[in-house]
């Protein structure tokens, strides 16, 4: 497999061109992929968010807003240029910042944020051969670039001047170091069972034998302890503290405005996007059609790439539904449940999940034997 | 959950929070300064008064009868519970006897109001404790309950419509079947209530055991109505003093068991709420069956002129307790009124009740006492 | 228990009387706390809340009068307590007994100006901290100015 910085390099290889230039344009074009990627994704997740939340809440949702002439219909596709009008008032509106708030850290924070979700998607494939940079301990770099957000919420908390603030960035600190333990103990399961670090061998293997959540009652539980702690790392209800709003009012968001708050929304909805592409590759196959599982009698007489729908621009396809699918079922949490309140969030992480993920992995192990 | 800290080993600055006035959970304006260790609440000092609009005063300068529509906008999410309580406490001191239909007429529209009540008290407590969905079906539900009060007097939630003496309107031909149509649909949302909310584990895990208020503690702050019933004490109007024709009726009274947790929890004031409103809808159908025709406005004094006296009337609101102490000295104007309103006394007790809990706790304990600014402070 | 039987407990205190027509008890304010004491203690009396505290200007702000309204929820009867006072007589407070009375006597310190002797912490609660005046006394005069703000005393602008 290879990455696109690799065929950068690789295209231009006959041509004279300063090496210099070279490196930049391989760090250029990258960097534009990965930011359409999160834009795109923030606009398309935000509408879809709305739109769900309103049929969950028996009401309709965005439907005035259209886009280019297009208005949509009375159920669907009803406000689609909704997000692109919030985008572009959130762009142009006045950059607030409170007079004792430390200027430089503020200003900082949503960059930070940022950084950590966009060096996570540079390890992330998309599918068979499409990925920023091959690196061979995949999964090892995914989990430590996505505790980069942390700082930057911290830091956000408290530069802004304002007690609430500072709440929701003390119990957001805690709420995500915390969860990234029953998360790399998840992600650890594929890791022994498959021998791999670098996700192209992991999904090989699953190609090879099954989907990992299929191959031993403890890797499911495993998905499931892995889907709820990203459901807390990401700050979703029913883990939502950190920006409980009904207590404090946006916790540690409260004093930002405009560009620095889409800058923090963005980074919220593209680190939905990763976990849910990490937890597609690693438990439900990747880029791997879920036909590939199914034995059909006639799959043998007609050419199989036509048939279990497998291949590179498929694997795309793949992908994106099983992120969608998993990104819904966040979404679905969100409207449903109720908040857990900070000590009972830390309960169920330190007593409930890391007991059970360390059980898991001393049990899969043996299964492991066994089988 | 122990929760309290070893003060003597852990040296913490104490700081002061301030829920300002303006804050999406407050139900209103209201301010509470918090003094806290960390997350855990060492005192709370409610502060009333932001939404103080001389409703006493103004009773001393307008008749008896202008003094309804003022009376509804004391609680103006029970309207119809306060002009209640105010038309009986004028009857007493003007002692006159009422049609039948008035008060079976009365009974509806107030059990109808205890469901809307209600309805917004477990929506929003709902959204105090993170559940967004529930608060949009409850209100939801809510608008039919306004459609029916529309079709009735003209207005959606201030309605000057039960006046000393009668009511204002008589109801239309097609009132009663829209009633049973609308509580008919009701009680099949109830179910969906008590799947989403009531029996969701993380939704019991926030309120059970939260906010526990003895009996007694209750009682001496002067709490009355659901949030004294959760306690376990059955104390309701309704039943102990009946007034109006509540002692024609067959209902229950719910009192809180402590079925998730400890009697007089969060989760019991939330549940004596959700059923009393299945009470509510037992009486409304007993009242629609039995309801006698006649002349809404026979009784209806042509100038209400007391005689000389004082009275003090209590009645069941959708909070409790509704007291009315009138002093007339024999004009058409009164000389004093005053109302105790429930949600006075109720938010009394937060500071005793929420010692010793998390932030998120107290925003849990201020909604379940279900209070409403408009009546705190008149 | 009526009102007589409830008077016949507590009849043996100075300063007490029974109105039997309109059915309230008047106290002077000196025996006030004896009295609240026996209501609360006593077990055929035992009344365990304190449902309303109101206080009346019927003396054109000379003499004021303070009613209690207690109720029991275990014998189920009521009674009404009158005090009567003059102005800038002391009123026990009740604070220690009922928790009930705590901002009770606030609002009627607040609006009428009347002082609960051993009231925990007696301010306003429901006007500002720094508001002159008590407005509910039959000679209230609005002041002219509240923080620089004019309160105009000219009715015609909305009348």
Redesign the interface.
């Known amino acids: 497999m290879t990455s696109i910085v690799k065929s950068i390099i690789g295209s231009f290889q006959g041509f004279p061109i300063d090496p210099f230039l070279l490196a930049v344009l391989a760090i250029l074009v990258p960097g534009i992929i990965i930011f359409l990627i999160m834009a795109v994704n923030a606009l398309i997740a935000v509408y879809f968010e709305r739109k769900v939340s309103a049929f969950m809440q028996d009401r309709l949702g965005p439907m005035e807003v259209g886009i280019f002439g297009f208005k949509g219909g009375k159920r669907f596709w009803g406000g689609i240029g909704q997000t692109f009008a919030d985008a572009i008032k959130l762009l142009s509106k006045e950059d607030i910042i409170p007079n004792d708030a430390d200027k430089f850290l503020m200003m900082m924070a949503p960059f930070i944020i940022f950084t950590g979700a966009f060096l996570t998607f540079i390890g992330l494939p998309i599918s068979d051969s499409l990925v920023i940079s091959n690196f061979n301990i995949g999964i090892f770099y995914i989990i430590a670039m996505s505790s980069v957000g942390v700082i930057g919420i911290i830091l956000a908390g408290w530069s802004s001047n304002n007690k609430w603030s500072l709440y929701g960035a003390m119990r957001a600190a805690a709420q995500m170091i915390s969860y990234e333990i029953p998360i790399a103990l998840s992600l650890i399961l594929v890791v022994l069972v498959s021998g791999h670090l670098d996700i192209h061998g992991i999904v090989q293997w699953q190609a090879d034998n099954r989907w990992f959540i299929l191959h031993s009652p403890f890797a499911a539980l495993g998905f499931i302890i892995y889907f709820v702690s990203v459901v807390a790392e990401t700050n979703r209800t029913p883990f939502d503290i950190p920006e409980a709003e009904s207590e404090l009012v946006a916790g540690w968001m409260t004093e930002y405005s405009g560009f620095r708050w889409a800058l923090f929304f963005l980074s919220e909805y593209a680190n939905m996007l990763i976990v849910a592409f990490v937890a597609s590759i690693v438990f439900l196959g990747g880029w791997l059609s879920p036909f590939q599982l199914i034995d059909l009698p006639f799959i043998d007489i007609l050419p199989e790439s036509w048939l279990i729908l497998d291949g590179t621009v498929f694997g795309i396809f793949w992908m994106f539904v099983k992120a969608i699918i998993l990104i819904f079922c966040m979404m679905w949490f969100r409207w449903t449940f109720p908040r857990l309140r900070v000590d009972q969030l830390m309960y169920v992480c330190w007593k409930i999940f890391i007991p059970f993920a360390l059980a898991n992995v001393i049990l899969i192990s043996i299964w492991e034997l066994i089988f | 959950m122990d929760t309290t800290l070893d003060k003597s080993i852990v040296n913490i600055d104490e700081m002061v929070l301030n829920m300002g006035p303006q804050h999406p959970s407050t139900h209103g304006v209201l301010r509470l300064k918090i003094h806290t260790d960390g997350e855990v609440v060492s005192k709370i000092e409610p502060v009333i008064g932001y939404l103080h609009r001389c409703f006493e005063k103004h009773c001393e300068n307008l008749s008896y009868e202008q003094i309804v529509p003022f009376a509804d906008r004391c609680d103006y999410l029970a309207s119809m519970h306060m002009d209640h309580a105010y038309s009986i406490a004028v009857e007493k001191l003007l002692d006159i006897e009422l049609p039948e239909r008035v008060e079976y007429i009365r009974v509806i529209v107030a059990e109808l109001q205890r469901i809307a009540s209600h309805l917004v008290a477990i929506g929003t407590f709902g959204l105090d404790v993170g559940a967004i969905t529930p608060f949009t079906w409850t209100i939801r539900d809510r608008e039919r309950v306004l459609d029916l009060f529309e079709a009735l007097c003209g207005a959606r939630l201030l309605y000057n419509y039960i006046w000393p003496g009668g009511v204002s309107h008589d109801l239309s031909p097609k009132f009663i079947q829209r009633t049973q149509e609308f509580l008919d649909y009701f009680e099949t949302q109830i179910f969906e209530y008590n799947e989403l909310l009531t029996g969701n584990k993380i939704f019991i895990e926030r309120t059970a055991d939260v906010g526990v208020m003895p009996a007694d503690v209750g009682m001496n702050f002067g709490v009355t109505g659901p949030s004294l019933r959760g306690s376990g004490v059955d104390y309701d109007l309704r039943k102990t003093e009946p007034y109006s024709i509540y002692n024609k009726f067959d209902f229950n009274v719910p009192v809180g068991e402590g079925k998730m947790g400890t009697v007089g929890d969060c989760w019991d004031r939330y549940w004596v709420r959700m059923v009393e409103m299945e009470e509510s809808i037992k009486i409304i159908r007993q009242a629609m069956a039995s309801l006698p025709d006649g002349d809404v406005h026979a009784a209806m004094p042509k100038k209400i002129r007391p005689t000389k006296g004082n009275v003090y009337s209590r009645y069941e609101s959708a909070r409790g307790d509704v007291g009315i102490y009138i002093q007339s000295n024999g004009k058409n104007i009164p000389l004093r009124l005053k109302m105790r309103s429930p949600a006075f006394c109720n938010l009394s007790v937060l500071g005793e009740i929420g010692e010793g809990w998390m932030i998120s706790d107290v925003i849990t304990i201020l909604g379940s006492l279900d209070i409403v600014l408009g009546e705190i402070d008149r | 228990m009526g009102s007589k039987q409830i008077f016949e407990v507590i009849s043996s205190i100075k300063g007490v009387d029974l109105n039997l027509e ?1 059915e ?1 008890i008047s106290v002077s304010s000196v025996s006030l706390l004896e009295v609240a004491e026996k209501f609360k203690n006593d077990t055929t009396l035992d009344f ?5 505290i ?1 206080a ?3 003396g054109n702000s000379k003499i004021f009068t303070v ?1 209690y ?1 207690f109720h029991s ?1 275990k014998n ?1 009867h009521s009674i ?1 307590v009158r005090v009567s006072i003059t102005d800038g007589e002391d009123v026990p407070s009740l604070a220690g007994i ?3 009375a ?2 009770h006597e606030r609002e009627a310190y607040d ?1 009428m100006g009347i002082n609960f002797s051993g009231h925990p912490e007696l301010k ?5 901290e720094d508001w002159e005046g008590f ?2 006394r039959k000679n209230y005069e609005v002041a002219d100015y509240y923080h620089g703000v004019p309160i105009p005393k000219d009715k015609s602008y909305w009348e």
């Open positions: 309109s309230f365990d809340f304190l449902m309303c109101t009346l200007d019927d009613v309204n929820n189920n009404e009922w928790k009930t705590d901002w609006m306003r609660i429901l006007l500002p407005p509910l």
